[in-house]
C-alpha cells in the first residue's frame, strides 16, 4: 500500500471502488433517517398449518429517503451494524413493534405474537436485556407475544454470554427463535444449551421444493430435528402451493412467504386480522 503524506487526505479517491463511495452516502443519510422519520416497519403473517389462522407475525424495517429511494435492508442493515447505528435503529424497531403489537391487542384482535430480528452486535450489548425489559415495561405488551430472531453467527462469537442472555430471556417468558437456520457454521451442539423457541427454515432450502432433492432432505432434517428438540420450525419464502403441500406433508408447524402475504405497511396487516378474525 502507497504511504499517504499528510496533505493527501481525500474524500473519495480512485482506487476507491463505487461501493465503498455508495455506502459513505448511505452511512450518511442513515444517519438522519430515524429523526427524519424515514423508517417504516412492515410487518409479514405467519400462518399455522394445522389452522390456516396467521398466528404471528415478523417485523422488516424499510427506508424510503426523498433523495434515493427505497434502500434495501439487506443493504442498509449492515451499514448500520459497522457504524453502530443498529443500537438507535434497533431499539426504534423494538419499540415500535411492541408499541403496535400492543395496538392490535387493545383493538380486539386475536393475540398473536410478534417477530423482530436482532442483529448479533445488538446482542450482545450489555444492557441489551434490560433494554428489552425496559420496552415491555413502557409499552404494555405482555413479553410473551415478543418473539426475538437471531442467527446462529451469534452462537459462534461468545457462547456464555450467549446461554446466559438467553436465559434472562427465557426466564422473562420472550421467545427466541434462530433465523436463517442451517446456513451458519455453527455445530448442532449449541441448541441443547440454548434456551430457544423456534428453528426457522431459511428460504434457500424451500426455493427448491420440488427441484433440488438434497435441499428436500435438509429441510426433512431440521423439520425432524425441530420435533426432537420440541421445538417450533417455521419455513420462511413459501411462495408456491406445491412448497405449502410438501411442508404440511412433513409436519412444519408454520410458513410464512409471498404465498400467503408480502410484507405490508401496518394499515394494510390490519386488513389481513380482520379477515383472519371474521373467518
Ligand atoms: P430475514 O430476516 O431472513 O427476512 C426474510 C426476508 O425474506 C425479508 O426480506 C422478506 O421480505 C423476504 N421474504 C418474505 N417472504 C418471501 C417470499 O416468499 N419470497 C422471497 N423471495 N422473499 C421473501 P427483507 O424485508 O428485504 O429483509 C432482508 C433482511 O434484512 C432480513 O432477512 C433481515 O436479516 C434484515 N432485516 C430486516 N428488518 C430488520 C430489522 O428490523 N433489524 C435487523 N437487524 N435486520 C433486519
Ligand atoms: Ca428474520
Ligand atoms: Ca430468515
Ligand atoms: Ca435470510
Redesign the pocket.
Known amino acids: 500500500a502507497k504511504q499517504k503524506g499528510k496533505n493527501n487526505y481525500q474524500f473519495y479517491t480512485p482506487d476507491m471502488n463505487f461501493t465503498t463511495f455508495e455506502n459513505l452516502v448511505l452511512e450518511n443519510k442513515l444517519y438522519n433517517a430515524l429523526e427524519k422519520n424515514e423508517l417504516e416497519?412492515?410487518y409479514?403473517p405467519q400462518v399455522d398449518l394445522n389452522t390456516g389462522q396467521i398466528i404471528g407475525m415478523?417485523?422488516?424495517?424499510?427506508w424510503v429517503n426523498p433523495e434515493l429511494g427505497f434502500i434495501?435492508?439487506?443493504k442498509f442493515?449492515p451499514i448500520?451494524?459497522e457504524t453502530g447505528l443498529?443500537i438507535p435503529?434497533?431499539e426504534w424497531?423494538l419499540r415500535s413493534?411492541c408499541k403496535q403489537n400492543k395496538l392490535w391487542q387493545d383493538m380486539g384482535f386475536n393475540p398473536m405474537r410478534v417477530a423482530?430480528?436482532?442483529?448479533a452486535y445488538?446482542f450482545q450489548q450489555e444492557d441489551f436485556v434490560e433494554k428489552v425489559r425496559q420496552i415491555l415495561n413502557e409499552t404494555g405488551l405482555d413479553p410473551k407475544w415478543l418473539e426475538i430472531?437471531i442467527?446462529e453467527s451469534i452462537a459462534i462469537k461468545n457462547v456464555d454470554f450467549t446461554v446466559r442472555t438467553l436465559r434472562k430471556f427465557k426466564d422473562m417468558g420472550i421467545k427466541v427463535s434462530i433465523?436463517?437456520f442451517g446456513t451458519g457454521f455453527s455445530s448442532l451442539a449449541y441448541l441443547k444449551n440454548f434456551k430457544i423457541d423456534a428453528l426457522?427454515i431459511?428460504?434457500s432450502f424451500?426455493?427448491d421444493i420440488g427441484i433440488n432433492s438434497e435441499n428436500e432432505s435438509i429441510i426433512k432434517a431440521i423439520i425432524m430435528l425441530a420435533k426432537n428438540l420440541k421445538l417450533n420450525v417455521i419455513a420462511?419464502?413459501?411462495?408456491t402451493k406445491e412448497q405449502l403441500k410438501f411442508l404440511k406433508h412433513q409436519e412444519c408447524n408454520e410458513s410464512?412467504?409471498?404465498?400467503?402475504s408480502?410484507?405490508v405497511p401496518s394499515r394494510e396487516f390490519e386488513k389481513l386480522l380482520i379477515r383472519n378474525n371474521v373467518f
Do not use: C, H, M, W
Request: no cysteine.
Open positions: 416497519l412492515y409479514q415478523e417485523a422488516l424495517i424499510r434495501s435492508p439487506a442493515i448500520a451494524e443498529i435503529i434497533g424497531t413493534a423482530v430480528n436482532i442483529s445488538q430472531e442467527t433465523d436463517d426457522k431459511d428460504y424451500v426455493k420462511e419464502g413459501v411462495e410464512q412467504g409471498y404465498l400467503f408480502k410484507p
